[in-house]
């Protein structure tokens, strides 16, 4: 059936609102296309919507208006069980009355595939995870990373196109966070699978996805590859929400082409790409990231703006320092550098003077 | 670890350690010692003497216990009767247990065994006088002195030597008799001598003294023996050599002796009081069941009896209780079903509803435990009667004809409508607090899976419910096997419970050894089903609430 969608479309939402109680939208007005074997991840902070949207996806909910499809076809009233979608949970939700394989074997049998057939497909999504050794046991016996990666094997052991993931690393610890990011990743691309996952974890969402969608009050306020996401976010709950910021309060001064200036709050001026500001005197929010902040004005144009700030604190941090200023009468102001030979090492009470080139400073909405 | 573990002063580690916890669980056993004694004093000792009753028998050996000697000997294939000696051990164990007024209560006890040898024992007891009366007669007219106490009391009373033993004997005699304290200070003491020459009498007459001086408080010296004493001292004569005798009143017993006074034959004594005592039926029952502890209420418990030949079932018209059995169980069984099928979904709308709702229902799942279980069983009578509620509506809506009403009590089905609503709670509180740890996301997974709902529920959320529906059926059952109350009330003849046989036995009967037979069954059965249980579902798994 993936021959006759077209790949630029395989799941979509389409004007999809949702409501639990009648007065509040959880999800308002979604709009999402998705092609076949993207690995897509639902970013953002809990009661954004991004559960309810995977749920709907599942089958769990139904939409309270617009279109879900999947494949070109409207799955609205096709029933869970019937829309063949994968899903791994939070809790993985293995069922503990059955040892590993018969788990797996579930998802199989329910489908009333022989039996030969079965085995070979419980032993085969094993190998997946490298969990053969397991087969017999009970989920309880398991490490969590261990029962993590058969809710996984089970989720894909019959062969859906579409797999959903609900926070699956949320309740392991990081070094096994990040061994089992980089294994899901590598079975997503290896097999194909078109993969929805959600959560929280900004470094997971930007490590794993090939798109993110970072939700928040119901709605997507961007989707994009990780890289622009970082680098271009479009307004600014993204630009605090991805990453460490730096922001600063002021008034659009001047607009030109791809720069403008900007007049901050304590009066000084600085440089700054206007983004989703569009009229002088209109209030702007800049944000600039830590490490793209230059201490000195040996790599800046000759015109280019500068601010006097006051070291405040000096964080050595192994690969990177981490210098405390205040500018502009913000006290929190960051900015990182590389741990370098020739790196200086800031004393706090020292003043210096910081500029940025006017690409790197985003003017966003207030 | 070849050597033990050592602490820092150098003695043994695992000592060390004993020594620093035993404190610890001192004081906590000090804090639980009040609870401890009082559930030790109120409910384990009552409970374990009253299970005890179940294969104690000391009252046949207590009540007769020179008859019981004299009978080891009979073998009632070779001899149609026991002997003359048995005869007469009966007849002195008789006397003094008629005195003490506990014949009946042994004739009571092997009643249970034999019928009628309740009336044989009361009825007997009274004619004992007559018997007495044979000796007692012409000795008293022979010469009035053995009419006065003074004579007898300077006859018996020790003058060198005491016989100590035959007093410790006589003390421990009635003691056990009368199940009262017989250590208390006696004006009396066995001649030593004398106990020698007339065993008998003298065994009697101590008897007599312990008895009066212990239980009526009065002193021996001053009063005049029973009559059972005469008897004796001419059965004591007829072999005792006097020749050498020359303690006090030593001419009155050669005079007595030359005279050849009657005595009595004992067996046809007991003959002509009751034509039963020449039958084997009452001595057979007396030897089989003289043991100290015996079997013979747990097989009663389960309708055979022990005879003289071994164990045999009871007469088929008697047979009653593995009938109860069985019904108490199949009818456990029926409730238990259902309060299951009534609870499941009850327990998994408690479980699934949002948290108000289900407040609301558990409130009404509660509530019937807030009413006296009489008044919920009353209830019922008012609904199922045969002029009921239910008979009314069924006659209003016209299913049912007016002399065609059910009879829904007083019958099992009564019984076990009642109880499966009395003990529903029960079942559905395990259920509930085992369904409510089952996550959601079990039923959502095995959908996504492919999965149906009911393939769902019955393959994923089910087997996980299953612990919650054993602990229940096991709350249920061994609530309901021993129920009393309810059965009672609307269970009529049809519906009862081997609890309200014991009930019977207990209150009305009087038959506690069979009603602790019946009670230790029951606590057996139900302690096994809960090692079953704990064996096949494991007993970690019940949680109540």
């Not at chain 1, 470094?203 to 996805?209: D, F, G, I, R, V």
């Not at chain 2, 020698?196 to 021996?220: M, S």
């Not at chain 2, 005279?259 to 039958?279: H, K, R, S, Y």
């Not at chain 2, 036995?505 to 606590?523: E, F, T, V, Y």
Request: aromatic residues 8%; negative net charge; charged residues 20%.
């Amino acid at each position: 059936m993936a021959d006759t969608a077209t790949d630029q479309a395989f799941v979509e939402f389409e004007r999809v609102q949702k409501s639990y109680d009648g007065e509040n939208l959880v999800v308002k007005d979604l709009n999402l296309s998705m092609p076949k074997g993207e690995f897509l991840t639902m970013l953002g902070p809990s009661g954004s919507g991004k559960t309810t949207c995977l749920m709907m996806l599942a089958g769990f909910e139904t939409a309270t208006h617009g279109d879900i499809r999947l494949g070109g076809v409207s799955i609205n009233n096709i029933p869970p069980h019937k829309r063949g979608i994968g899903m791994v949970f939070q809790n993985y939700a293995l069922f503990p009355h059955m040892t590993v394989a018969e788990n797996l074997s579930f998802p199989l049998e329910v489908r009333k595939i022989g039996k030969a057939d079965r085995e070979e497909k419980v032993m085969r999504a094993l190998g997946m995870v490298q969990m053969q050794d397991f087969a017999g046991r009970r989920p309880a016996q398991l490490s969590g990373g261990q029962q993590q990666r058969i809710a996984l094997a089970r989720a894909l052991v019959f062969e859906p196109e579409l797999v959903l993931m609900d926070e699956p690393l949320g309740a392991l610890d990081k070094q096994l966070r990040e061994t089992l990011q980089f294994e899901i990743t590598r079975l997503a691309h290896d097999l194909g699978i078109t993969t929805v996952y959600v959560t929280h974890d900004q470094t997971e969402a930007l490590t794993m996805s090939d798109r993110v969608a970072v939700f928040d009050d119901g709605r997507i306020q961007q989707l994009a590859p990780p890289d622009a996401l970082y680098e271009e976010p479009q307004n600014s709950f993204v630009a605090q929400f991805i990453g460490e910021n730096n922001t600063l309060l002021g008034v659009i001064e001047k607009i030109k082409g791809d720069t403008c200036e900007v007049r901050l709050d304590d009066g000084s001026i600085i440089d700054a790409k206007p983004i989703n500001v569009t009229e002088v005197g209109q209030r702007t929010r800049v944000s600039i990231r830590p490490e793209r902040v230059e201490i000195g004005t040996a790599r800046l144009t000759p015109d280019a703006h500068t601010l006097k700030a006051e070291v405040l604190e000096f964080i050595y941090m192994g690969d990177i320092f981490r210098t405390r200023l205040r500018v502009a009468g913000n006290d929190d102001f960051v900015i990182k550098t590389r741990n370098a030979p020739d790196q200086i090492r800031l004393t706090p009470g020292t003043m210096v003077e910081i500029g940025w080139m006017p690409q790197d400073c985003r003017a966003l909405d207030a | 670890m070849a050597e033990a573990m050592l602490a820092a002063d150098g003695t043994p580690l695992k000592r060390s350690l004993a020594r620093a916890l035993r404190r610890q669980k001192l004081r906590a056993l000090m804090l639980i010692a009040p609870l401890l004694i009082f559930v030790l004093i109120t409910f384990i000792v009552p409970i374990g003497s009253m299970l005890f009753r179940s294969v104690e028998n000391e009252m046949v050996g207590n009540t007769l216990p020179y008859t019981v000697e004299a009978l080891a000997e009979w073998d009632a294939d070779a001899e149609p009767l026991p002997s003359e000696d048995t005869f007469q051990a009966m007849f002195f164990d008789m006397f003094l247990a008629a005195e003490a007024k506990r014949h009946t209560r042994l004739g009571t006890r092997l009643n249970y065994e034999t019928t009628g040898l309740s009336s044989l024992f009361r009825q007997s007891g009274r004619q004992l006088d007559d018997v007495a009366d044979i000796s007692y007669e012409p000795l008293e007219d022979f010469d009035a002195a053995w009419d006065d106490g003074e004579t007898w009391y300077a006859l018996m009373n020790a003058r060198q030597t005491a016989d100590d033993a035959l007093m410790a004997q006589q003390r421990a005699r009635v003691a056990a008799l009368t199940d009262n304290e017989t250590n208390s200070e006696v004006n009396f003491a066995p001649d030593a001598e004398v106990a020698a020459l007339l065993p008998l009498a003298a065994r009697e007459y101590t008897a007599w003294a312990v008895y009066v001086a212990t239980q009526d408080g009065r002193d021996p010296a001053t009063r005049d023996p029973w009559e059972a004493v005469a008897p004796a001292l001419l059965i004591d004569l007829q072999t005792a050599d006097l020749s050498g005798y020359a303690g006090p009143e030593a001419d009155r017993l050669r005079a007595v002796q030359a005279a050849n006074l009657p005595v009595a034959n004992f067996v046809d004594a007991f003959v002509d009081m009751d034509e039963d005592w020449g039958t084997q039926v009452p001595w057979e029952t007396i030897q089989t069941h003289s043991s100290t502890y015996t079997s013979g209420y747990f097989l009663n418990a389960v309708d055979a009896q022990k005879t003289a030949d071994g164990v045999s079932w009871q007469p088929e018209d008697k047979q009653i209780l593995i009938t109860l059995f069985v019904r108490t169980i199949w009818m456990s069984l029926l409730i238990m079903g259902s309060c299951i099928l009534l609870g499941y979904p009850i327990a998994w709308l408690l479980a699934n509803l949002p948290m108000r709702k289900a407040n609301l229902l558990l409130i009404l799942v509660l509530l019937p435990f807030w009413t006296s279980l009489l008044v919920r069983t009353s209830a019922w009578k008012v609904m199922l009667q045969q002029q009921g509620v239910i008979n009314d509506v069924l006659v209003w809506i016209g299913l049912v004809a007016d002399d065609g009403r059910l009879i829904m009590i007083n019958n099992q089905f009564g019984t076990i409508v009642s109880m499966t609503h009395i003990l529903l709670p029960f079942m559905i509180l395990p259920m509930y607090s085992v369904m409510q740890t089952i996550q959601p996301s079990y039923l959502r997974a095995a959908k996504s899976l492919g999965a149906t709902n009911w393939t769902a529920f019955w393959r994923v959320y089910f087997p996980q419910s299953v612990p919650g529906i054993g602990a229940g059926s096991i709350l249920v059952f061994i609530l309901a096997i021993g129920y009393y109350i309810t059965p009672e009330i609307v269970g009529g003849t049809k519906g009862v419970f081997i609890s309200n046989r014991i009930a019977y036995h207990i209150s009305s009967s009087l038959n506690w050894g069979l009603a602790a037979a019946l009670g230790s069954i029951l606590l057996a059965a139900v302690l096994i089903l809960y090692w079953a249980y704990d064996k096949i579902v494991g007993i970690d798994n019940v949680k109540l609430g």
